[in-house]
Nanobody, 122 residues
Framework: QVQLVESGGGLVQAGGSLRLSCVAS????????MAWFRQAPGKDRELVAA????????YYADAVKGRFTISRDYAKNTVYLQMNSLKPEDTSVYYC???????????????WGQGTQVTVSS
């Protein structure tokens, strides 16, 4: 089994920044895709960013391109989501997820964290 634990969420004003962290433990995640999803009340869970084991060609949703950056630290078994120029519409619960293959749909992912709330005030 894999355990994913997110942290770093909080309340920030529009234009501000936050960095989310996701620490993985349990079985090895060698070769796994790591991703960040978000889900706002009444909406589907959507893929925000994803990164392969090699770290090449990360995926970003159009809504966050140029503002968010996903990265991973292999030594710390941690994946990060740096979020800059935050907007009120970025307000959501953010989830870390892991999967063996790249996928954009949440049900495809094998492992999930518990989520961390991000609230952006206008």
């Amino acid at each position: 089994q894999v355990q994913l634990v997110e942290s770093g969420g909080g309340l920030v004003q529009a234009g501000g920044s936050l960095r989310l962290s996701c620490v993985a433990s349990g079985r090895s995640l060698i070769g796994y895709i790591m991703a960040w999803f978000r889900q706002a009340p009444g909406k589907d869970r959507e893929l925000v960013a994803a990164i392969s084991w090699s770290g090449s060609s990360p995926y970003y949703a159009d809504a966050v391109k140029g503002r968010f950056t996903i990265s991973r630290d292999y030594a710390k078994n941690t994946v990060y989501l740096q979020m800059n120029s935050l907007k009120p519409e970025d307000t959501s619960v953010y989830y870390c997820a892991a999967n063996r293959v790249m996928a954009t749909q949440a049900p495809s992912y094998d492992y999930w964290g518990q989520g961390t709330q991000v609230t952006v005030s206008s």
